[in-house]
């Protein structure tokens, strides 16, 4: 028997409605009952949706109003002190304060850290532990969901996060102490989960252990032995389910757990398949994730009929079929898609098309008459079409490529060297303050760059209302006291679109959304064919901010590593070719904004780590790649010439020699919510370039005050010599409104002018 199922549908919506409701309600335009309303009708669809493709399980409890593992910390009872938690139901309110910050009373309060899940663009919320946790079952919403389900007649599977995953992904706060410690405690919440999903009549309940693809000590993969041998009871089944990358060492541990069934990802790693047929008993499910929920390209369905009949033939127990992951990571229709060329939109294929390509992959599996049928007759023409296109292939961008060797990608000069004499060009104070590139996208902005692209607004009446708002910007930063100035970007709607659209080889959805984090959605491009830059995509708007202004304005332009990894890749050639050709283009407009004046130049890497493999074992390949297409954006680069990076949240511990082998002047980084702790990490390895930790968090509405900034600041100087550091916040100000934005910033400069001062060291 052949069954298929689904890890996860993508919460947001076609057109973005949780993003529009969560927003309504945060704005008090709708109150708690309408965004109830909403989220209702939201799941309602999605199960339709999934019901109507032929699947014979659907998830339940994919849908979280932020984030999943949130979700299960509120589930959990799992709520910081500082949130003045009573220990009964945890409301929707306290769960967003947990997310964005603020207290009960209004006033502020840190919101829990946020960090990228695995190596994808996902934030989730990181759960924190005390070391006398205790857990206790705190919300409806999981089971409140299945019954939901099941009234409107759907076979459910409730997903949750499993145990180890659960602890592994959180922190332990205060004192240091062993996660593991609380593992009995959490593993009698869990087993209240499981009796509670029991009593509702569920059968099946799928739990994702996704560190199963991690290096895991031994006491972790002990733990897991242990755990299971607790979970397991005989009325309700188990499907542990992992994704992202082979079990390799944690295969046999898996095989071995107490569980019905095991899910893995066929597409990061096939070659796995044929030893867990050779080690998992026959009695147990096997679940195969054979179509793609990373990426948007067309399954090759006659390739994977093949690959899955192989397994059947070897399998002697139940087959499951399903994508490889959760689809939270692909758009979800490609019916709302219009202006897409007909070529590129036969080559694609979102989350509601995925599970259409399950059903036939099963059909054809079980029937090998459906092979010809019109379906798979499409299929093999489309990738066809795509193998020979022209518009995929150019051979002047393959002539570039030959020559990278050629090319030196060590800076002229030693840092120590060339900061003297961009020193000499900037004269820029001790504490110098700038900001990381956005100001707040308002409603005029967006409109009127929404006319620009509907042929309502001409090309000069566009760029004179833009030239407009960056010399608002330039003079509110003057004002402010700021020392680098940004144009403030009111051109670019993506740090990665905006680039995107002006490459070739790219190509841009209208409805393509994808959540990263809350409300937060991004519309990644689409990377088909070869990468190359007709035309400078900056020069003109830095050179006009700088016209502006005596203070040094940065250009602004995002890395290639950043592009490719937020990006859906093309999977024709391998990432690396990519990615070097996109840093090949990047590197043209470097040199086109040194040309043009531009003494500053931030080229941000906020996805460098993100892209890091799973496994250490493969990290040194990567990390290389990375690193080289950085230098090669700034091979040729003046020693005056001043780099700047960005990165997003991210532990630098492991990968410092890596991040020093860039060599940017200025690396800035995400740190307030940590407390300045990720310093910790260019402390020990003595970071030797400029660095400016965030002072700033711009994911909370919490206006930061004069005297937090000094404390953080004061934090960064205990680690770092204080004739190396920035002043800046955490990330861009496109989404803060300009009230808070520019008392936050006022705050900062006036830290700054105070820590010029006298810089008090706390201990």
Not at 32 to 43: A, T, V, W, Y
Not at 514 to 541: E, F, H, L
Not at 612 to 635: D, G, H, M, V
Request: a negative charge; hydrophobic letters at 40%; proline letters at 4%.
């Amino acid at each position: 028997m052949i069954r298929t199922h689904n890890l996860g549908f993508p919460r947001i919506g076609a057109q973005r409605e949780l993003k529009k409701s969560l927003e309504s309600y945060w704005q008090g335009e709708i109150d708690s009952q309408d965004l109830f309303n909403n989220g209702q009708q939201l799941r309602k669809n999605n199960w339709q949706t999934q019901a109507d493709s032929g699947l014979d399980l659907i998830p339940v409890g994919d849908f979280s109003w932020y984030d999943h593992v949130l979700d299960m910390s509120a589930l959990l009872g799992c709520i910081p002190e500082r949130f003045k938690h009573d220990g009964g139901a945890v409301d929707i309110d306290t769960y967003f304060r947990m997310a964005r910050g603020r207290s009960v009373d209004g006033g502020d309060v840190s919101a829990c850290e946020m960090t990228k899940w695995f190596d994808t663009n996902y934030h989730y919320i990181v759960p924190e532990f005390q070391p006398e946790q205790s857990f206790k079952l705190s919300t409806e919403k999981l089971f409140e969901e299945v019954n939901e389900a099941l009234q409107l007649g759907h076979r459910v599977k409730p997903v949750i996060l499993g145990p180890l995953s659960f602890l592994w992904l959180g922190k332990a706060e205060g004192e240091e102490f062993d996660k593991l410690n609380v593992l009995d405690q959490l593993l009698a919440a869990y087993g209240e989960i499981l009796n509670r999903l029991s009593d509702l009549g569920v059968e099946w309940v799928q739990i994702d252990e996704p560190i199963l693809v991690l290096d895991l000590p031994d006491q972790w993969k002990l733990a897991f032995e242990q755990a299971y041998h607790k979970l397991q009871r005989g009325d309700l089944k188990l499907l542990v389910a992992s994704y992202f990358g082979e079990l390799a060492d944690n295969l046999k541990l898996v095989c071995d757990l107490p569980v019905a069934g095991l899910h893995i990802d066929a597409i990061r790693s096939p070659e796995q398949v044929q030893q867990l047929i050779d080690w998992l008993p026959s009695y147990k499910v096997l679940s195969v994730g054979i179509i793609d929920g990373r990426n948007v390209w067309k399954n090759n369905l006659g390739a994977t009929v093949s690959v899955t009949q192989a397994i059947q033939q070897h399998w002697a127990g139940e087959l499951w079929l399903a994508p490889s992951c959760s689809l939270l990571h692909v758009p979800v229709n490609l019916a709302f898609e219009t202006s897409l060329s007909d070529d590129i939109k036969s080559w694609l294929s979102f989350a509601t098309e995925k599970l259409t390509e399950l059903q036939l992959v099963k059909a054809a599996v079980l029937d090998n008459n459906c092979l010809s049928s019109d379906e798979f007759s499409r299929n093999r023409e489309a990738i066809s079409n795509r193998e020979n296109s022209s518009l995929v292939h150019n051979k002047d961008v393959q002539r570039c490529l030959e020559n990278v060797k050629s090319l030196s990608l060590k800076r002229g000069l030693d840092f120590n060297e060339r900061i003297k004499l961009q020193q000499q060009h900037l004269r820029l104070p001790n504490f110098p303050t700038t900001t990381i590139g956005s100001f707040p996208q308002t409603t005029d902005i967006r409109s009127n760059r929404r006319r620009y692209k509907q042929g309502e607004l001409s090309q000069a009446d566009y760029q004179s209302v833009m030239q407009q708002e960056i010399a608002d910007v330039i003079a509110k930063q003057e004002a402010l006291g700021l020392d680098v100035l940004v144009h403030g970007e009111p051109e670019r709607n993506d740090m990665v679109e905006y680039f995107g659209e002006q490459l070739q080889g790219f190509a841009f959805t209208q409805n393509g959304w994808v959540q990263s984090y809350g409300s937060r959605c991004v519309k990644p491009p689409i990377i088909y064919g070869d990468v190359s830059r007709p035309q400078a995509m900056t020069v003109n708007w830095a050179s006009y901010a700088q016209s502006l202004t005596d203070k040094p304005v940065k250009g602004m332009l995002t890395g290639p590593v950043t592009i490719l990894n937020w990006s859906f890749v093309r999977d024709d050639q391998d990432r690396a070719t990519t990615c070097q050709q996109i840093a090949l283009a990047i590197r043209d407009e470097v040199l086109d904004l040194e040309k043009a004046g531009i003494r500053i130049i931030q080229i941000d890497e906020a996805a460098l780590r993100e892209g890091l493999p799973l496994r250490k074992k493969q990290w040194s390949e990567y990390l290389n790649r990375a690193i080289e297409a950085f230098c090669i954006t700034t091979s040729g680069v003046k020693n005056e010439t001043q780099i700047h990076t960005h990165m997003c949240y991210s532990n630098f511990n492991d990968i410092m020699s890596s991040v020093s082998d860039m060599d940017a002047d200025v690396i800035t980084i995400e740190t307030s919510r940590s407390d300045m702790k990720l310093l910790d990490a260019f402390e020990q390895f003595q970071y030797p370039n400029e660095i400016g930790p965030g002072v700033y968090d711009i994911h909370s509405p919490n206006v930061p005050k004069i005297e937090q900034i000094e404390y953080l600041m004061q934090q960064a100087a205990r680690r770092i010599p204080l004739e190396r550091l920035w002043v800046n916040p955490d990330c861009g100000l496109k989404t803060r409104a300009w009230p808070e934005v520019q008392q936050a910033l006022r705050n900062m400069v006036i830290a700054a002018k105070q820590l010029r001062q006298s810089v008090t060291v706390v201990e």
